[in-house]
């Protein structure tokens, strides 16, 4: 139903600042959920943020806030990831998540989320 897209990723020195898009195709998705998860290799996908329905909340894992924000766009159709100060380790995968059958309980778990973009590499060197 929903198709999204993430866009905005690349090389960065770290201290800089990138910022990703996710495009939702098919349907207004301003009525859901929507996340940022990243993935480093290796490792476990990680949950970064959320935003609720029409940009009420907002959530942040402990290591991006203050760093990093989410926002949504609705006659855009898009949710953004502005990312500043950025460090080595946030080099990852990052994804773009967003779920319509839940409120915003359980943000931090991929089951909340049932449509995913294919992600964009975001590399930060040092």
């Known amino acids: 139903q929903v198709q999204l897209v993430e866009s905005g990723g690349g090389l960065v020195q770290a201290g800089g600042s990138l910022r990703l898009s996710c495009a939702a195709s098919?349907?207004?998705?301003?009525?859901?959920?929507a996340a940022w998860f990243r993935q480093a290799p290796g490792k476990e996908r990680e949950f970064v943020t959320a935003?609720?329905?029409?940009?009420?909340?907002?959530g942040f894992a402990d290591s991006v806030k203050g760093r990093f924000t989410i926002s949504r766009d609705s006659a855009k159709n898009t949710v953004a990831l502005q990312m500043n100060s950025l460090k080595p380790e946030d080099t990852a995968v990052y994804y773009c998540?967003?779920?319509?059958?839940?409120?915003?309980?359980?943000?931090?778990?991929?089951?909340?989320?049932?449509?995913w973009g294919q992600g964009t590499q975001v590399t930060v060197s040092s």
């Open positions: 098919g349907h207004t998705f301003s009525n859901y959920i």
């Open positions: 998540a967003a779920g319509g059958s839940a409120v915003f309980d359980s943000p931090k778990t991929e089951t909340s989320y049932e449509y």
């Open positions: 935003i609720s329905a029409y940009g009420l909340t907002t």
